[in-house]
């Protein structure tokens, strides 16, 4: 089984991802925590991603793509969960039609839905705890929450009109709440 985790930025991806993992035995394909990793290593990668990222913006798309295929091939016959991957339409038909040209599929897209104004007050509190740039600068995540209803909605229209199960749920729930919804789902 494979499942796409969408969400705006703040949305509560990663800690419902980690659910996931460690409750249905998924890997995880986190493009965001690769990039992360890339720059914490000073690679030519990871110094190129971070022009994009600390302002908030998507990183190319041949960059992603690349992390995303040699993720995949070497990861062949898991069951994936990708989380921040795609992130607008040109991903989007690149994941399918890979998955495809290797008998493979996505099963199923989750999707965390939470509006701006919360995802801004969460931004608030996490700017006070947290130690990651790009969600510590109010006007980053304005940028980011602007992409992700810019690019990265039309990524999940278009994997849902492939036919491809899709399901919304409200991120504004508790996270216990949450994951009890998505283990519903995924059981089916
Ligand atoms: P995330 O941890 O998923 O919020 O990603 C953090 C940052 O990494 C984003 O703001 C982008 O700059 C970059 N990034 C992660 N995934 C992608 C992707 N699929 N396409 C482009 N940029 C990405």
């Given at each position: 089984m494979n499942v796409i985790i969408f969400g705006p930025p703040l949305a509560g991806k990663g800690t419902q991802s980690k659910n996931i993992i460690e409750?249905?035995?998924?890997?995880?394909?986190?493009?965001?925590?690769?990039?992360?990793?890339?720059?914490?290593?000073n690679s030519e990668l990871g110094k190129k991603a971070e022009q994009y990222s600390k302002n908030g913006l998507l990183v190319p798309d041949?960059?992603?793509?690349?992390?995303?295929?040699?993720?995949?091939?070497?990861?062949?016959?898991?069951g994936l969960l990708f989380d921040?991957?795609?992130r607008n339409i040109k991903q989007a038909k690149h994941?399918?039609?890979?998955?495809?040209?290797?008998?493979?599929?996505?099963?199923?897209?989750?999707?965390?839905?939470v509006p701006k104004n919360i995802l801004l007050e969460r931004a608030k509190k996490r700017a006070l705890e947290e130690n990651r740039k790009d969600d510590?600068?109010?006007?980053?995540v304005i940028t980011r929450i602007n992409e992700f209803s810019k690019?990265?909605?039309?990524?999940?229209?278009?994997?849902?009109d492939t036919g491809v199960k899709t399901v919304e749920i409200d991120g504004t729930q508790t996270r216990e709440?949450?994951?009890?919804?998505?283990?519903?789902?995924?059981?089916?």
């Open positions: 409750n249905f035995g998924l890997t995880h394909l986190s493009t965001g925590d690769v990039l992360r990793a890339e720059k914490d290593k041949d960059l992603v793509m690349k992390i995303v295929e040699n993720f995949y091939k070497l990861n062949i016959g898991k921040g991957y795609p994941l399918l039609e890979f998955l495809n040209t290797d008998n493979n599929k996505i099963d199923l897209v989750i999707y965390l839905k510590a600068d109010a006007d980053t690019l990265t909605i039309s990524a999940i229209e278009y994997i849902k709440d949450i994951f009890n919804e998505i283990i519903q789902i995924l059981k089916k």
